[in-house]
């Protein structure tokens, strides 16, 4: 991304009262958790979020979008074309992603909707087991406009379990629209 369009992100996030707080890992590698994901603010506001914390971000998103004309804008903004329609693996898809870069955040949104759901996909804690990388827990508090990166937890292999640590970190934040998302942490686990 260009620095007159950092700039201008960061500025209009911070205009907008937000704040940014939390660290990213030290290494650079790791899975970035956006939750909840109930607007497509969450976007714009994320972005803005990134540059406060110094986040280069990457995302994954259909290959059909990296065509023209929006294909060098896609990969300006870090996204990683990948192919939803083909039986390709996703999650060693970008383990061996991980395994090329020095220094790499996947920013993965586990609802994978901005509408109601009833558990997370759980594709991002394959990929962090796989890669071996923490996953750092970001969020956006439209109560109160805060946003940053919580506590990074290296997964263990005990799903319940680090999915339970995980939930407490998103137990108390309100997204732009509370009635969409995952409400129920529970439900993570499919309980």
């Known amino acids: ?25 030290p290494d650079g590698r790791y899975i970035l958790i956006a939750a909840p994901h109930t ?7 994320f972005l803005g979020l990134a540059e406060s914390l110094g986040i280069d971000p990457h995302f994954m998103a259909k290959d059909s979008l990296f ?24 999650v060693a898809t970008m383990i061996d992603e991980f395994a090329r870069r020095d220094r790499f955040a996947l920013t993965i949104a586990p609802e994978g909707t901005r509408s109601k759901v009833r558990s997370w996909r759980s594709g991002f804690y394959h ?6 990388v923490p996953i750092a827990l ?3 508090d ?10 990074a937890i290296m997964p263990t292999g005990d799903y319940r379990a680090d999915m339970m640590r995980i939930a407490e970190t998103y137990r108390d934040v309100i997204p732009r629209h509370p009635g969409r998302g995952l409400t129920d942490f529970k439900s993570m686990l499919g309980e």
């Open 142 to 151: 439209y109560a109160k406009r805060v946003g940053g990166l919580g506590p």
């Open 138 to 140: 970001g969020f956006m």
């Open 39 to 45: 607007s497509n603010w969450d976007f714009v506001f």
């Open 127 to 132: 990929i962090a087991m796989g890669a071996g």
């Open 1 to 25: 991304m260009s620095r007159l369009a950092k700039a201008a992100l960061l500025t209009f996030y911070r205009r907008q009262g937000w704040r940014a707080v939390g660290a990213p890992p």
């Open 67 to 90: 065509r023209w004309p929006m294909g060098g804008f896609m990969r300006d903004m870090g996204g990683i074309s990948v192919n939803r329609a083909g039986r390709s693996d996703m």
